[in-house]
């Protein structure tokens, strides 16, 4: 244990907000250190090569771990040595726990022989009915309790991580809302038709819709662009011509 001054920190994270990688990832990564995710992870690949994240995680005291083709890292070395344990096992329900997601929703994952089609019938759902899903966290999807209600775990959840990272750091939660009303889920179905989005504010919408909501842009050429991609929730970065 060593002793961070809080000018220490606030250097830290001005160095995090101009780190080369995803602002998604800069947020889990003070989540993390401000206690309301126990364990996050990034792919590999996202680390720039000459390891400021690296160094980064190492001043905010978080301990880290690689495997397969990710960086997993938390506060408490017991935690991430668990997560591995379930990246191991593929166990579900441990899995969602450490990474912070609400328990009614890890319960209803953990019990599905197919995750990926409930996740993407759930988004399919949320897009047929309009439904709003409450997913700050950008990879957790929350179940059909927590969708279009108020006050639920999941809406907590959001509210808890916004304040966190609107306090924590001002710059990284205007670049995500700002970045997230730009870049959009796509959810396509089987026949990789696209079905709807997913606006970065977690509102479902159809297709039929969409030219309305993304005419005359170049967003839309590139969303189509990837329609043969079958039934897969795809981020886009916001597209500048
Ligand atoms: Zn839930």
């Not at 009915?129 to 409450?134: A, H, K, N, V």
């Amino acid at each position: 244990m060593y002793y961070e001054s809080e000018s220490s920190i606030a250097e830290t994270i001005e160095r995090l907000e101009n780190l080369g990688i995803p602002e998604s990832n800069k947020a889990e990564m003070l989540w993390v250190y401000k206690g309301n995710i126990p364990v996050e992870d990034i792919y590999i690949e996202k680390i720039d090569e000459n390891s400021e994240t690296m160094d980064i995680l190492k001043t905010l005291d978080l301990k880290s771990t690689e495997f397969k083709d990710r960086l997993f890292y938390s506060k408490d070395q017991e935690l991430l040595k668990n997560m591995i344990d379930a990246q191991i096992r593929q166990d579900k329900k441990l899995m969602g726990m450490l990474y912070g997601y609400p328990e009614c929703c890890v319960f209803r994952y953990s019990t599905l022989e197919s995750p990926e089609e409930y996740n993407t019938n759930r988004l399919l759902t949320a897009i047929r009915e309009g439904q709003r899903l409450p997913r700050f966290l950008r990879h957790y999807i929350p179940c059909p309790n927590c969708a279009g209600h108020e006050n639920t775990p999941s809406e907590k959840l959001d509210d808890l991580l916004k304040r966190t990272l609107k306090h924590s750091s001002p710059k990284i939660y205007h670049s995500l809302i700002a970045s997230s009303e730009d870049s959009l889920d796509c959810i396509y179905d089987a026949h990789g038709k696209l079905c709807g989005i997913i606006t970065g504010d977690g509102i479902g919408l159809p297709s039929h819709k969409l030219e309305s909501v993304v005419s005359d842009s170049n967003l839309m050429k590139f969303i189509l662009s990837y329609k043969g991609s079958g039934p897969l929730t795809i981020r886009i970065k916001p597209y500048h011509a």
